[in-house]
């Protein structure tokens, strides 16, 4: 099953771009849902307004994936008045759907790249311990990155739970990279794609204004197609 994980967030947008976020964040599920996609919410930063989100990571899988994404990627835009200014002229904010890339993260991760080193576990055990070498110190060469595992039986179990740490981290320390790039190049970015948006929003009821048509075409086929598996 294909997976992917994605991120909306405002930028570096006021209170309004945060308050999309959250609506975005809502209708996206909804429609993840209709899609015959599995979703998980796998991380939230709250917005200084009650309702609000600078950001949201979500975790997706399924098999229309990349038809349900194409809806959704790149810059939404709402057209509506602020409901923080009450006075503020401008009428539309925009903010950002991006997919992570995974795909990066284990390619860091290749077997060449890990060094492993065992040694004897300091914990309980008697004489197995001080006879065996099972703990292991596995280290990400690329990236300098260390773990320690001795709480298994074997050198092959640690050396595993190791190797899944590390995967770990990696995935980690890629997700804040890219939340810091966003928030630091959204101002270059935001510039670049107001003239484009893929979806299109209005009001406080954030009704859809626009859409596009294949994907439009394409979601009802699969939504259908998804709906038949439950009548045969």
Known sequence: MKD??????????????????AQVLKRLLQEAADFGLLSEVIHREVGIENGTLNSALIKLQGESLDVFLKGWEGTIQWTGQSKFRKFHKRKNWFVGVH???????????????????????????????????????????????????????????NKNEARSRLLTLLEEK???????????????????????????????????????????????????????????
């Open 174 to 232: 890629k997700q804040q990279e890219v939340r810091e790039n966003r928030k630091e190049g959204w101002g270059n970015h935001n510039q670049l794609q107001r003239g484009n948006p893929v979806r299109v929003f209005k009001g406080t009821d954030f009704k859809p204004n626009h859409q596009n048509k294949k994907y439009k075409s394409d979601r009802k086929k699969l939504k259908q197609d998804w709906l038949n598996r439950f009548d045969d």
């Open 4 to 21: 992917t994980i994605i991120q909306i967030t405002s930028g570096r947008g006021p209170a309004e771009c945060c308050w999309v976020v």
């Open 99 to 157: 997919r992570l890339n995974r795909d990066e993260t284990k390619d860091q991760i290749r077997d060449q790249d890990i060094r492993y080193q065992f040694t004897r576990s300091g914990g309980p055990g008697g004489q197995h311990v001080n006879k065996v070498s099972t703990a292991v110190r596995a280290t990400h060469i690329p990236s300098g990155e260390v773990v320690f595992v001795s709480q298994g039986r074997s050198q092959l179990q």
